[in-house]
C-alpha cells in the first residue's frame, strides 16, 4: 500500500497524540477541537492551503510537549505554585525538541513555540507582540484559550459558552487577543456535546 506524505504526517500527529493520550486523556478531544475550530476560523479569514495544513498539524499537537510535565504539576486539583508554573511553561519548548526532528512537522513547529505568546507581549516562551505572533499563531492562541475555559480540568469546573466569551473578550481589553478573531469564535456553530464528560 502507498501512502501520501499527507497521510504519513497525519499518521505521525495521530501516533504522537496517542503517545501523548497515555499521560493525559484529555489531550486528544481538547487538541482535536481546537484544531477544527481553529481551521474553520482561518478559512473564513481567506488562509491559503499550506497554511491551513500546518495550522492543523500545530493545532493537534500544541500540547505534545506536556509530556515531559511532571503528573503533579500537569495534574495538580489545585492552582500552581510560581515554580510550578515557571515549569508548565517550559511544555512549548519541549514540544519544539519532540518534533524538530521530523521535517513533515516544521511548518507545524512555530505554532507549538509560540501558542502560549499574546499580542502585548506579555505571552511566553519568547514574548512576541503584535505582528511578529502569524495569524495562524493568533487564531490558535485564542481557541486554545476558549477550548481551556469550556473543559473541566483538575482544579474548577467549565465554563459556559457564553462565560468564556465574556473572559476572551475582557482579554481583549488587556490587549492579549486579536478583536475580531474572538469574535469570529463566538459566530462559530459549537455544538454543547462537544464538551460532555471524557
Not at 509530556?67 to 504539576?73: C, L, Q
Not at 487564531?139 to 457564553?162: C, G
Not at 462565560?163 to 481583549?172: Q, W, Y
Request: glycine share 8%; net charge negative; hydrophobic share 45%.
Amino acid at each position: 500500500m502507498v501512502i501520501s506524505t499527507h497521510d504519513s504526517v497525519e499518521l505521525i500527529a495521530q501516533a504522537l497524540l496517542t503517545a501523548a493520550e497515555a499521560k493525559d486523556f484529555r489531550i486528544r478531544p481538547h487538541s482535536e477541537r481546537v484544531a477544527r475550530y481553529a481551521v474553520e476560523i482561518a478559512e473564513k479569514l481567506g488562509v491559503d492551503e499550506a497554511t491551513l495544513h500546518n495550522l492543523r498539524l500545530g493545532a493537534l499537537l500544541h500540547d505534545i510537549g506536556n509530556i515531559g510535565i511532571p503528573d503533579s504539576i500537569l495534574l495538580k486539583p489545585t492552582g500552581l505554585a510560581d515554580w510550578e508554573f515557571e515549569e508548565m511553561k517550559m511544555h512549548p519548548l519541549l514540544g519544539v525538541q519532540i518534533c524538530k526532528s521530523l521535517s513533515s512537522l516544521v511548518g507545524a513547529l512555530p505554532l507549538i513555540r509560540s501558542h502560549h505568546e499574546k499580542l502585548n507581549g506579555s505571552g511566553y516562551p519568547d514574548r512576541l507582540q503584535g505582528d511578529a505572533i502569524p495569524l495562524s499563531v493568533r487564531i490558535l492562541s485564542v481557541i486554545d484559550v476558549y477550548d481551556t475555559l469550556r473543559s473541566d480540568r483538575a482544579y474548577r469546573s467549565a465554563f459556559a459558552h457564553d462565560d468564556a466569551m465574556g473572559i476572551l473578550r475582557k482579554e481583549i481589553e488587556k490587549g492579549w487577543w486579536q478583536a475580531d478573531i474572538v469574535e469570529m469564535l463566538g459566530e462559530l456553530s459549537i455544538s454543547e456535546s462537544d464538551f460532555g464528560p471524557l
